[in-house]
């Protein structure tokens, strides 16, 4: 795949933007979601060389999960094998559904919960092996140490091969990388949100959609620059919600959302919002325009142009905006492009 850069120091190549599954059962509009599309967005995803595949234990407690293993547990077009091992399979372990009506959950760093999550989560994939675990929250309640040497007894087992950490802090992610190498760290950024460059954009403590939607806790900050950490220790760093849940694509207005879209209860996405993040969209929509390519395929050039060690993991349940998508590595930006990125205003709202 050209452009594949290294997951972390593993010596694996993954083509340079993978997938984000996560839409595809959770957060974003319910009435939207259909199972069989999105099995074939996953399937096309990996025919199409997105290597890095991102689901999670808590994204529709274990639907997303199921979903994924589906698609990736047939022989692709070629014949060549199972999708599966094609693709770098990604998932996380440490937060937990609680009600899934009501979306509530917790976190649950123990050790013996996460090694029984992380065997439930094997179950779901129907794969004998975990390629990418994250911790996807650290639990206030346990030491960040003692979670982290659960997981590396797994890497031990067999069950798991590398290790991944989201939304913590450069302190936490130092002191397990002295237990055991941390491949990648999972945090967001986008054209709006860059607390991991270190730039205190937004003025929330940084919660993460996945804890926000009801009743897990903050207690997560981003402080410094998180994305320099990942580079001076030869990790990945793997943007979440690039296209800044749809925000930077241009295509959304306010008022659109369905009550159990997160968006709908999201300061970002007010009318009020809208109205004064406009200077951000009409820019990278300009950008675009003067390119012939679209404001996400912006949105992802500007972050792969970042640095070498960044894969941003996108999310989308559409096949045409997938295509699109994955089409951004070959977008180069000019340095007055970026110039102009770079300097885009703070957003307006916060990030949960
Ligand atoms: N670690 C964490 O705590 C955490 C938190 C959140 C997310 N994640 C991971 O990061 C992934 C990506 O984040 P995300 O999905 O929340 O946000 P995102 O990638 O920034 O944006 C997804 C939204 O953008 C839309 N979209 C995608 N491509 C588009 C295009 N080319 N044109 C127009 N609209 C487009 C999608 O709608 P369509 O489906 O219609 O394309 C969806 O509504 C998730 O899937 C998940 O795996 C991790």
Redesign the pocket.
């Known amino acids: 795949m050209p452009g594949a850069r290294e997951l972390g120091s593993t010596g694996r190549a993954v083509g340079p933007i993978g997938l ?4 595809m059962s959770w ?2 509009a319910e009435s939207a979601r259909d199972d069989r599309q999105s099995v074939q967005v996953i399937r096309d995803a990996v025919e199409a060389g997105a290597e890095l595949i ?3 234990l808590v ?1 529709g407690d274990g639907h997303n999960e199921r979903l994924v293993g589906e698609a990736l547990g047939t022989t692709g077009r070629a014949g060549d094998g199972p999708l599966r091992d094609r693709v770098v399979l990604a998932t ?1 372990g440490g937060l937990v559904v609680d009600d899934l009506a009501t979306k509530s959950m917790h976190r649950d760093g123990r050790p013996a919960s996460l090694t029984s999550q992380a065997d439930a989560s094997l179950t779901r994939l129907e794969v004998d092996h975990i390629d990418l675990y ?1 911790l ?2 650290v639990d206030p309640a346990v030491p960040v140490e003692e979670s982290w040497a659960a997981l590396a007894d797994l890497v031990t087992a067999g069950k798991i091969r590398w290790l991944g950490l ?2 913590v802090t450069i302190d936490q992610a130092e002191a397990v990388h002295r237990i055991h190498p941390v491949t990648a760290v ?3 950024l ?1 054209l709006w949100t860059r607390d991991a460059l270190g730039e205190t954009q937004t003025a929330d403590g940084g919660a ?3 804890d926000a939607v009801a009743g897990a806790g903050t207690g997560t900050d981003a402080g410094g620059n998180m994305l320099a950490w990942t580079r001076d220790r030869g990790a990945s760093f793997v943007p ?7 925000y ?2 241009g ?1 959304l207005a306010p008022g659109e959302f369905e009550e159990t879209d997160f968006r709908a209860a999201n300061s970002r996405f007010t009318a009020e919002a809208f109205r004064r993040n406009r200077a951000i969209t009409d820019a990278v929509a300009e950008i675009a325009q003067r390119q012939d390519a ?1 404001p ?1 395929q912006v949105s992802l050039a500007w972050l792969l142009g970042l640095s070498d060690n960044i894969i941003p ?6 096949g045409r ?1 997938l295509r ?2 994955l089409a951004a590595s070959d977008l180069v930006l000019s340095g007055e492009e970026r110039q102009a990125l770079d300097e885009l205003p703070t957003a307006f709202g916060t990030r949960y």
Not at 20 to 23: A, E, L, Q, S, V
Not at 240 to 246: M, N, S, V
Not at 313 to 318: F, L, W
Request: proline letters at 5%.
């Open positions: 984000g599954c996560m839409g957060g974003y991102d689901t999670a994204y996380k994250y996807h929250r989201s939304e999972q945090s967001e986008s993460g959609l996945d979440f919600a690039p296209l800044g849940r749809g930077l694509t295509t679209t996400a993991i996108p999310g989308t349940r559409s905006h699109e998508n």
